[in-house]
């Protein structure tokens, strides 16, 4: 199983990316899925997650009302959609996957790890 973040670059404050991760596991639509971030020095965070459904999705504070995830279960497809970037959001941004919903929540003994992708916002 593999889930494959894509879509870091580098923006200016302020700019947008949208993150897509791909998964490669069987009944993708059963899975809880998250996004984490790790900065620089710093250790990983909670960023969003999104229900196997796609119906309910909860954001960490710092993100709330700028970043929005999303999914395609069709796909096999979770994005993140990141707006008015911030310096601080400068990170590596991982995608993972549980059938549990307090799992993915807490962001520890995940099911699936992805590897991540490089988001720098210059300022």
């Known amino acids: 199983v593999q889930l494959q973040a894509s879509g870091g670059g580098l923006v200016q404050v302020g700019g947008s990316l949208r993150l897509s991760c791909a998964a490669s596991?069987?009944?993708?639509?059963?899975?809880?899925m998250g996004w984490f971030r790790q900065a620089p020095g710093k250790g990983r965070e909670f960023v969003a997650a999104?229900?196997?459904?796609?119906?309910?999705?909860y954001y960490a504070d710092s993100v709330k009302g700028r970043f929005t995830i999303s999914r395609d279960n069709a796909k096999n497809t979770v994005y993140l959609q990141m707006n008015s970037l911030k310096p601080e959001d400068t990170a590596v941004y991982y995608c993972?996957?549980?059938?549990?919903?307090?799992?993915?929540?807490?962001?520890?003994?995940?099911?699936?790890w992805g590897k991540g992708t490089l988001v720098t916002v210059s300022s």
């Open positions: 993972a996957a549980d059938i549990r919903w307090g799992t993915v929540l807490a962001g520890t003994n995940m099911d699936y």
């Open positions: 596991m069987r009944r993708f639509s059963s899975y809880q």
């Open positions: 999104i229900t196997w459904s796609g119906e309910s999705t």
